[in-house]
């Protein structure tokens, strides 16, 4: 990865390689499984609750409904083609559930703000819920997609030791070449090269799908 990539935000390709471990584990509906789904996306639920224009007092309710509905039909969720996408499935759940939030505003004939509730509200698109997750029209900001590889990295932190962790980050986030970090963390090109490896193969193991 060269550091113009890096800063571009560009989440390596070996790191959204399909991998069903997560996955596999929501659909046993494993606890630990879903606080990491909760920890990975909760922050870019946050952000699309934004785009569609929520008051900050209201994105917490939305944002709890839209993991009921993950929940709910993890075990549907499939991909039928190659642009399918676990985070524009996501995406699609947030916006329903926003549009069923404005929807229940409009049914508030005193409801603060009510004119303005009708009109995001007719502004959003107002389709069920599909379960492929089609990512055709999402418009992200490249930072999102780089925060959101960061959020990856801070939930398999923990399981690698300092000088393996350090090794990958300086090659794959700041864009250095392994002969420089090697120089730096007092190791072998070879091993700092095996160090990324290790850590971009656990992401792909345990992460991969979810983060396409």
């Known amino acids: 990865m060269t550091s113009n990539e890096s800063r571009s935000g560009k989440v390596p390709a070996s790191v959204t390689s399909t991998s069903r471990s997560l996955l596999m584990q929501l659909k046993q509906k494993e606890p630990r499984a879903w606080d990491r789904l909760t920890s ?14 929520l ?3 209201d994105i917490p309710d939305v944002v709890q409904e839209v993991f009921k509905t993950v929940a709910a039909n993890i075990d549907k ?22 549009a069923d939030h404005f929807r229940r505003l409009q049914h508030q004939p005193k409801a603060a703000g009510g004119s303005e509730a009708q009109r995001r ?5 107002a389709e069920p819920i599909e379960c492929n997750g089609s990512d055709d029209d999402e418009v992200e900001d490249g930072q999102v997609h780089h925060a959101l590889f960061l959020r990856a ?25 392994p002969k420089d970090v090697a120089e730096e963390l007092s190791m072998q090109p070879g091993a700092v090269r095996v160090a990324k490896s290790r850590v971009l193969q656990r992401l792909r193991r345990d992460l991969g799908e979810l983060l396409e």
């Not at 990975?40 to 224009?53: D, E, G, S």
């Not at 801070?154 to 690698?160: A, G, I, K, Q």
């Open 40 to 53: 990975l996306y909760t922050p870019l639920v946050y952000f699309w609750c934004r785009k569609q224009h």
């Open 55 to 57: 008051q900050d007092q």
């Open 77 to 98: 969720f499939r991909k039928e083609r190659q642009t399918d996408t676990f985070r524009g499935w996501l995406r699609t759940i947030t916006r329903s559930r926003a």
């Open 121 to 125: 509200f007719s502004q959003l698109s």
């Open 153 to 177: 990295l801070e939930l398999v932190r923990s399981d690698f030791q300092d000088n393996t962790w350090r090794a990958f980050w300086r090659v794959v986030v700041d864009g250095q070449t």
